[in-house]
């Protein structure tokens, strides 16, 4: 995952460039869509029938590229999420900033009783 949204990119470049602090998040959270959030963060995220965002820890990078360090695993759903396409990083629980994007390799259908599971390690954010 290396798309920035453009709030990130914003805030990095007024952080590097013009002297203006940023204040990174003490936890991020990744969100699930139905459609691609993009760089502007207009995607679909799924709402409701159990879903909620869940705290990702990230280990430190190495060239360029940290990983997550646990398993992301959402509640089960009580109710159709529908089809996941897309995943988010986000700088709060609800509402809050997108931070990163990128789509599934295969989307998933969530049905009634599915539990959706990022294992450690399978989860990437690479600058470059």
Known sequence: MAEMSNYLENALINATLRN?????PAT?????????PTDAGSGTELSGNGYTR???TFGAPSNGASVTTADITFDQATGSWGTVSHI????ASTSGNLLYHTPLTTSKTIDT????KIASGSLSVTLA
């Open 20 to 24: 203006t602090s940023y204040t990174s």
């Open 28 to 36: 991020v959270y990744v969100a699930l869509f139905t459609s691609d």
């Open 54 to 56: 869940k705290s990702a």
């Open 88 to 91: 988010g990083i986000y700088d």
């Open 113 to 116: 009783g599915d539990i959706f």
